[in-house]
């Protein structure tokens, strides 16, 4: 069996603080549910720690990676309160391994919606603290 990713692995752990290390200063974060992405590893990681106190049961079921192109898919299921949710984070990473675009997608709509209004609170809280409210 291939080595887990390290986000996976990290998530897997539930440590914030090794997922975070891996994210390269000018990560980007596409979000399935803001039109604009997320810049800076600070504001990547929070928002990233953010979205793990919504998924419960978080369970990876594949992983897809060419470690020549720097591409990694990571298939999970969670849920959200009683939404199931079925997604993939996209990972890509530079030649050192270090995270520089993660993109999360989701489905069905019903849990799209459902992260959209648990992460609202916490996700309007970093824009107001990364613009110096």
Same mark, same amino acid.
């Given at each position: 069996?291939?080595?887990?990713?390290?986000?996976?692995?990290? +998530?897997?752990? @539930?440590?914030?603080?090794? $997922?975070?290390? =891996?994210?390269?200063?000018?990560? +980007?974060?596409?979000?399935?549910?803001?039109?604009?992405?997320?810049? @800076?590893?600070? !504001?990547?990681?929070?928002v =990233?720690?953010?979205? $793990?106190?919504?998924?419960?049961?978080?369970?990876?079921?594949?992983e897809?990676?060419?470690?020549?192109?720097?591409?990694?898919?990571?298939?999970?299921?969670?849920?959200? @309160?009683? !939404?199931?949710?079925?997604?993939?984070?996209?990972?890509?990473?530079d030649a050192?391994?270090?995270?520089?675009?993660?993109?999360? &997608?989701?489905?069905?709509?019903?849990?799209?919606?459902? &992260?959209?209004?648990? =992460?609202?609170?916490? +996700?309007? !809280?970093?824009?107001?603290?990364?613009? @110096?409210?």
């Amino acid at each position: 069996m291939a080595a887990l990713h390290p986000f996976r692995a990290a +998530v897997d752990k @539930g440590d914030a603080a090794a $997922f975070a290390a =891996l994210l390269a200063d000018d990560a +980007v974060f596409h979000s399935p549910v803001a039109h604009k992405p997320y810049r @800076g590893r600070d !504001t990547v990681a929070a928002v =990233l720690r953010a979205a $793990f106190t919504v998924f419960e049961d978080v369970k990876y079921t594949q992983e897809i990676s060419d470690p020549a192109t720097g591409s990694h898919a990571l298939v999970f299921k969670a849920r959200i @309160g009683p !939404t199931e949710v079925h997604g993939c984070d996209l990972l890509t990473t530079d030649a050192d391994g270090v995270i520089t675009d993660v993109t999360v &997608m989701l489905r069905p709509m019903s849990a799209v919606h459902a &992260m959209s209004e648990a =992460l609202r609170p916490q +996700v309007e !809280t970093i824009a107001h603290a990364k613009a @110096g409210c």
